[in-house]
């Protein structure tokens, strides 16, 4: 079984802090690129944040720069999104995806989660 499940979504207010969790099983997870994305209604997805397979490099969004933080531990294969400063337009559906790359970001990505919901409002 291939899977990858993401987790900590809810409700925020603005300002406020939420920690997403990504966990894979099913694949060599520390061959494995792992990138965030998001989605809002009538919005294309879009990359936020992404860490490379062995070296840990790392890539964010400019419209979450000094505000998320990504993070692995291979042991646990589980990479972490750690959102701080909330705002109302980092709502949206985030997925997390896979893809056996040396490069920092999924490209397409081999395998995505279902998916977890971030919704900031007052």
């Known amino acids: 079984q291939v899977q990858l499940v993401e987790s900590g979504g809810g409700l925020v207010q603005p300002g406020g802090s939420l920690t997403l969790s990504c966990t894979a099983s099913?694949?060599?997870?520390?061959?494995?690129?792992i990138g965030w994305f998001r989605q809002a209604p009538g919005k294309e997805r879009e990359g936020v944040s992404c860490i490379s397979s062995r070296v840990s490099n790392t890539y964010y969004a400019d419209s979450v720069k000094g505000r998320f933080t990504i993070s692995r531990d291979n042991a646990e294969n589980t990479v972490y999104l750690q959102m701080n400063s909330l705002k109302p337009e980092d709502t949206g559906v985030y997925y997390c995806?896979?893809?056996?790359?040396?490069?920092?970001?999924?490209?397409?990505?081999?395998?995505w989660g279902q998916g977890t919901q971030v919704t900031v409002s007052s």
């Open positions: 099913g694949f060599v997870f520390n061959y494995y690129a």
């Open positions: 995806a896979a893809e056996a790359t040396v490069s920092i970001c999924p490209a397409r990505g081999n395998y």
